[in-house]
């Protein structure tokens, strides 16, 4: 079975700084990656997610991350957050095997607060 | 398009009660639905998923259950809510490889 560590429960940073939340998965088969936002008392969004090709996905508002087979991890990164950008966002990995049951699982989230 | 309607947004029921929580989907056909609960300080813990009407996969053993009674409603419940029953639940449907949620019922189970 695969699993999703997200290393970081809690991430402070001040407004324009960078940020990168962690990622690491476990599967022994290969697998999609994705990254979902969840804003206050709201449903999860898509960010971005990788499938196939280039290893650097670009997502929306300005995130980026980048697939690392040999270290199975699965970063996310932004160089300059806003306030707006004060979420949690959860890593998730979907096996690319076509069978029924075939889902999501997601790891344990990370908290973004970012001070002005 | 495609939305997808749970409800209602908060709730608050006391122990030993029952629950009702419904998720509809419009603008697609056949959709993989997904069940999630977000408890407090926690990730998402998938509960249940169905491929279609009167499947329901269950994930995690619990005091709830799921049915789809028709192709785009699928309902969560409970015969009688526990304390640890509280959380976010997050109804999702799915397209390729992407889920789309949501927008959450807050439960209280006091």
């Known amino acids: 079975a695969q699993s999703v560590t997200q290393l970081d429960s809690q991430v402070p940073v001040f407004e324009e700084a960078p940020v990168e939340l962690r990622c690491n998965y476990s599967?022994?088969?290969?697998?999609?990656l994705f990254w979902y936002v969840q804003y206050p008392n709201q449903g999860l969004q898509l960010l971005l997610k990788y499938l196939s090709g280039s290893t650097l996905v670009k997502g929306i508002n300005g995130f980026e991350a980048e697939f690392n087979k040999s270290q199975t991890s699965f970063h996310l990164r932004k160089p300059s957050v806003h306030i707006s950008d004060t979420a949690e966002y959860f890593c998730a990995v979907k096996l690319t095997i076509k069978a029924a049951g075939n889902k999501l699982t997601f790891g344990g989230g990370t908290r973004v607060l970012v001070k002005p | 398009s495609q939305t997808i309607h749970q409800w209602p947004a908060t709730l608050v029921q006391p122990v030993g009660s029952p629950l009702s929580l419904e998720c509809t989907v419009e603008?697609?056909?056949?959709?993989?639905l997904y069940w999630y609960r977000q408890a407090a300080g926690r990730g998402l813990q998938l509960l249940f998923y169905s491929v279609g009407i009167g499947q329901i996969s269950s994930e995690v053993p619990q005091n709830l259950s799921a049915s789809r009674p028709q192709d785009r409603q699928f309902i969560l419940s409970s015969k009688k809510l526990l304390l640890s029953d509280s959380g976010f639940y997050l109804c999702a449907w799915e397209r390729g490889e992407k889920l789309f949620f949501g927008s959450g019922t807050q439960l209280s189970v006091l």
């Open positions: 599967s022994s088969v290969s697998v999609y």
């Open positions: 603008g697609t056909s056949n959709p993989n």
